[in-house]
């Protein structure tokens, strides 16, 4: 049986995610596992295909980055499939790991796309450190007055931090920090 699985990081990105899935069926796939979430989060479908897929089946992506966040997390997955003697075919690359070939360019261009989104990382916080050397970077927005008076509010009533953050939608961190910056305030 072919498996395809299909993904993009947001709900806005549908141009991609139909285009992954017209050319997942192209690719003849009988069954498609779809979700639309960050490769950071849990992904939920992909867990669900790795589990469905048994021994003789092909598991075919659009492309490697829909699939694995980093080397390590694309061998990982690669194990998983071969355990169950599960090939791989990655559409954009013509790439199957049924072959020798294929299983060692999957892992060269796994550790390229890695390498690429490093390096990309690492240019992201050059251009933070030089705007906020500039005076361009401002970072966080501040909590809102009327959420400071909120947490204040709560606290002198005696409500426990827990309580105050999941009451006003925010962490715990900060309840902690607009208390601790009130004590500070005081005299």
């Known amino acids: 049986m072919i498996i395809g699985y299909a993904r993009t990081s947001t709900v806005d990105q549908i ?6 899935l017209r050319e997942l069926a192209a690719a003849g ?5 779809q979700e639309q979430v960050s490769s950071v989060a849990e992904r939920i479908q992909l867990n669900a295909a790795l589990e469905y897929v048994r021994e003789g089946d092909i598991f075919v992506v659009a492309k490697l980055d829909r699939l694995a966040r ?7 997955i690669l194990q998983t499939l071969e355990r169950k003697r599960v090939g791989v075919r990655i559409l954009n690359l013509g790439m199957d790991t049924q072959t020798p070939t294929g299983k060692l360019m999957l892992t060269v261009l796994g550790a390229v796309a890695q390498f690429e989104r490093e390096m990309m990382l690492e240019r992201q916080r050059e251009g933070i450190t030089k705007a906020k050397s500039a005076g361009r970077y401002k970072g966080r927005k501040p ?8 947490v204040l509010k709560l606290a002198a009533e005696g409500a426990t931090r827990t309580r ?3 009451q006003l939608g925010i962490g715990e ?6 208390l601790a910056m009130d004590r500070d305030r005081k005299p």
């Open 15 to 20: 141009a991609g995610f139909e285009a992954q």
């Open 29 to 33: 796939c009988e069954k498609t596992f």
């Open 70 to 76: 980093s080397v390590a997390d694309l061998m990982t």
């Open 143 to 150: 909590i809102a007055a009327e959420r400071r008076q909120n």
């Open 164 to 166: 105050i953050a999941s």
């Open 173 to 178: 961190a900060t309840v902690y920090r607009i």
